[in-house]
């Protein structure tokens, strides 16, 4: 196994260089590769090889990734990202459980992803909750929908203590994303993860798309949880899918991702400019991660257009508008 020295202690995370001096290097650009190959919905296109992908994202100008379907383990994907002049940005696990809180199995579905992480020394741990049934319906007006109960957010608050100690143990950190159809939705629901949960052990991964789905407004929520926000999803979202599911007109999950609710950065409804100021303000370095979960657009296309239009702002945003990033 490749195992990674220990960077990251107990305490405040440590900042990397902030957007506005590192906007020409691309550094810390990474995307989730579900465009390819989506978990959610694997019949909307023919798979494709791990290696292709990983091909795609460094011809593209990624600098990391997200743990994707297929992808080889452990030395094996250490060695094929080296290759290719990537990292591993993350691992995404999903955590099975109900309004009670996490499943039994939610843990061994964590240290494994946590296992897998560090095999191939890659950096952050993302944790979500799994998509649930009884959340699903209410997908784009949450504010109305059944909670956690107290019990479930003392026990997803203690299962992401433990595991934030684990990884950091293994010089890792965990941060939790919130989504759609899951109980961590709402900036409400957000807003109550942070209060059960230490900074120090548990970090937040803002997916400002799915903020956006959830009623709230990510910029707000950037400033709102500032040093806890150690990871970022970056995605847009159509205006027209997101109306529909508030007026009740499309209901659930995967048939807003048939309409594509989440659009190429800059053609929806989020204001990626302030995004950027806000995270800027916080001297924000760490990874952020482009994700389209469907496309109209074939995968690379998608892809390129994210890179593009996210590289341009941060130019734009540095005073440098030429070169390669």
Request: glycine share 12%; proline share 7%; with cysteine.
């Amino acid at each position: 196994m490749v195992s990674r020295p220990a960077q990251v202690a107990q305490g405040p995370v440590e900042r990397a260089t902030p957007l506005r001096e590192k906007a020409a290097g691309g550094d810390r650009i990474g995307i989730v590769p579900i465009l390819w190959n989506n978990a959610d919905l694997p019949d909307l296109a023919p798979p494709v090889p791990a290696l292709t992908v990983l091909d795609e994202i460094a011809r593209l100008g990624y600098s990391g990734t997200q743990l994707g379907i297929g992808f080889p383990r452990g030395r094996a994907l250490a060695a094929e990202l080296a290759s290719r002049g990537l990292r591993l940005a993350e691992v995404y696990v999903a955590l099975p459980g109900d309004a009670s809180g996490p499943a039994p199995a939610a843990a061994e579905v964590a240290r494994a992803g946590l296992e897998e992480l560090n095999a191939a020394g890659g950096d952050v741990l993302v944790v979500a909750l799994a998509l649930s049934p009884e959340r699903d319906e209410w997908v784009g007006r949450a504010q109305r929908a059944p909670g956690l109960t107290d019990e479930g957010w003392r026990s997803l608050s203690a299962l992401l203590h433990d595991l934030g100690a684990e990884a950091s143990e293994r010089g890792h950190r965990i941060a939790f994303h919130n989504h759609a159809a899951t109980y961590v939705e709402t900036p409400e629901e957000v807003d109550r993860l942070c209060q059960a949960t230490s900074p120090e052990r548990v970090g937040l991964c803002l997916d400002v798309g799915h903020a956006t789905v959830g009623g709230g407004d990510a910029v707000a929520m950037i400033r709102q949880h500032g040093e806890r926000i150690t990871h970022v999803h970056l995605k847009d979202v159509d205006a027209g899918p997101l109306e529909e599911l508030r007026s009740g007109h499309l209901t659930g999950f995967e048939p807003a991702l048939r309409r594509r609710v989440f659009a190429p950065l800059g053609s929806g409804v989020l204001d990626l400019p302030a995004v950027l100021d806000a995270l800027s303000e916080l001297g924000y370095g760490g990874w952020m991660m482009v994700e389209q979960d469907t496309s109209w657009e074939p995968p690379s296309e998608a892809a390129a257009i994210g890179r593009s239009v996210l590289v341009a702002m941060l130019r734009w945003r540095a005073g440098t508008p030429g070169g390669r990033a």
